[in-house]
């Protein structure tokens, strides 16, 4: 709410008990490959599945469509909806999820005056696990160690193949991902966060998963943790609330450093175990992040919070509690849906960004915090609080 207006977006005041659904992102519309017609960008998260309607000729957003994903019936998070695809609902999931963006695409392409024949191009982002059920791609290799990916994810399909016959047939463009459970919503993040044209940046995409990268010049180093859930489920107000919660016990001396309870809170004690487990994981890969980079906060440009937490997140409140630490503080802003605003830089600019995509895939350097021999002694280590 702002100025005591609903905009729609829960992520604002975080008042509303529905989700949030973040569809914003940066447009760029500087070096366009302008042509005719209409384009699709999809960011297909865990909880909630947006879409944004282009003009190929401008790069301008004509309309936007969200909804909640239905794959949640199967599970909150990624590894329940492995699971669920292993035990025989792949193609049930699958096809919840066309005949749910077959409901949106008319009204899409009505409110910007068009309709779906005229849409020429799509782009597709999401996490791996996401954009395997999306392409109908068995998932056992995802629930096993190492957690390859076992099958290659094709550049383009017919938006039928993904979606279902909605009057769209369009070629599709399906990110690619970087590390098993680093996706190619993440992928789209960089492409996103590259036109802000800072050298040297970290992205943080906390929704229901967490995904991070730095890029450094020609380098890129990225991780992933599992920290959403923790911060969405442990209050009612969401993950900016939960935080924020969390925050005022440690200012005002409600919880001791080991993250006891020590006076009256809305949390339980395992809600607040369950929060320090998350914002230590995610801590530890940023400092593992940077370590892979041979760099400190010093020599970090700019660090872009994505995704429904990463957006809704207090940067004060995530240094108070240890999520962040305090040297990026005055680095970090909120950088919208750059899932989302990959896919529209992809429609404005396909054949620069199939090329910055390219190079980004052969860059990348996975660094793997459950096998990293330092991460149990960062998690430990920031697993407390600073009271």
Same mark, same amino acid.
């Given at each position: ?275 320090? !487990? /998350?914002?230590? #994981?995610?801590? $530890? %890969?940023?400092?593992? =992040?940077?370590?892979? *980079?041979?760099?400190? +906060? ?29 040297? !990026? /503080?005055?680095? #970090?802003?909120? $950088? %919208?849906?750059?899932? =989302?605003?990959?896919? *529209?830089?992809?429609? +404005? ?39």
């Amino acid at each position: 709410m702002t100025g005591g207006k609903c905009e729609g977006n829960c992520l604002l005041c975080g008042k509303c008990k529905g989700f949030a659904i973040l569809d914003s992102y940066g447009e760029h519309t500087e070096g366009i490959e302008p042509r005719e017609g209409c384009g699709i960008a999809v960011d297909v998260g865990t909880t909630t599945v947006v879409l944004a309607l282009a003009d190929l000729a401008s790069g301008r957003c004509l309309s936007r469509a969200s909804f909640m994903n239905p794959q949640r019936a199967f599970g909150p998070d990624v590894i329940s909806r492995i699971g669920a695809a292993n035990d025989g609902h792949l193609h049930t999931m699958k096809n919840a999820l066309a005949e749910e963006m077959n409901k949106h695409i008319l009204p899409l392409t009505e409110r910007a005056g068009v309709t779906p024949r005229e849409v020429t191009a799509a782009a597709v982002a999401g996490n791996t696990a996401m954009t395997y059920i999306m392409l109908g791609l068995p998932c056992e290799s995802l629930g096993v160690l190492p957690f390859e990916p076992a099958f290659p994810v094709e550049p383009s399909y017919p938006f039928g193949h993904l979606f279902g016959e909605c009057g769209v047939s369009a070629p599709t463009r399906v990110f690619p991902h970087l590390a098993p459970f680093v996706g190619g919503d993440i992928t789209a993040g960089l492409l996103c966060a590259l036109q802000e044209k800072a050298g040297r940046f970290l992205l943080m995409d906390l929704g229901t998963n967490g995904e991070m990268a730095l890029r450094d010049g020609g380098k890129l180093a990225v991780t992933s943790s599992a920290a959403g859930p923790a911060f969405e489920q442990t209050c009612s107000g969401g993950a900016s609330a939960a935080l924020a919660e969390l925050a005022r016990l440690v200012r005002g001396g409600l919880v001791d450093e080991s993250g006891l309870l020590q006076g009256d809170s809305a949390f339980t004690q395992a809600q607040v175990r369950a929060l320090q !487990l /998350a914002k230590s #994981a995610v801590r $530890a %890969g940023v400092e593992l =992040l940077m370590q892979k *980079a041979g760099v400190d +906060a010093d020599g970090i440009d700019a660090v872009y919070l994505a995704g429904g937490i990463g957006q809704a997140i207090d940067v004060g409140d995530a240094v108070a509690v240890g999520l962040l630490p305090q040297t !990026l /503080a005055r680095l #970090a802003r909120p $950088a %919208g849906n750059t899932s =989302l605003g990959g896919a *529209a830089r992809y429609l +404005a600019a396909p054949s620069r960004s199939d090329a910055v995509v390219a190079e980004l895939t052969g860059a990348a350097s996975h660094v793997n915090l459950a096998a990293h021999p330092r991460f149990n002694d960062l998690f430990m280590e920031y697993m407390g609080f600073d009271v």
